[in-house]
């Protein structure tokens, strides 16, 4: 049997960001996980280092999965975190120990949908749906969850 080979990088923060974006009419960009096919979310990340700023790490994180650029206008604060059990099969990327991931919920309102350049190690596909089929076909709860909210936080009532 082989030994695992250990991963170079750094463990990962369990502080992180989902960014849910939108657009005023409610279109909701989804990225497909290339690690988990079929698993679709938002734009998430944790952050890169203990000081980093949550809407540095909201901004970082777009920028690198999407390309997309998130205006501090159009970046939005939720106030909303969520303390969840991180999934086995990613806890490898955390210290040894570390069970549990504390994510700060944000939103970015896009005037209208954007061309978006993926990533390719991190995602395999996008695409931009209404809230409520968007929020059905997200795997994560929380993810699902910041989604339906989305009337409400932006002033609609629909």
Request: glycine fraction near 6%; charged fraction near 20%.
């Amino acid at each position: 049997m082989t030994p695992a080979v250990p991963d170079p990088r750094p463990p990962k923060i369990p502080e992180s960001v989902l960014v849910v974006i939108h657009t005023p009419d409610l279109q909701v960009l989804l990225l497909e996980r290339a690690d988990a096919p079929g698993y679709w979310q938002s734009v998430t990340g944790s952050k890169d280092s203990l000081d980093e700023a949550l809407a540095e790490t909201c901004r970082r994180e777009v920028h690198e999965e999407t390309g997309l650029v998130a205006e501090p206008a159009w970046l939005s604060d939720w106030q909303l975190s969520n303390v969840y059990e991180i999934y086995p099969r990613w806890r490898h990327r955390y210290a040894a120990g570390v069970t549990h991931n504390t994510e700060h919920v944000f939103g970015l309102c896009l005037p209208a949908p954007q061309p978006v350049r993926l990533a390719p190690r991190e995602h395999t596909a996008h695409v931009w749906l209404p809230w409520r089929e968007a929020a059905d076909r997200c795997f994560s709860p929380s993810n699902a969850e910041a989604i339906l909210q989305l009337p409400s936080r932006i002033g609609g009532g629909r």
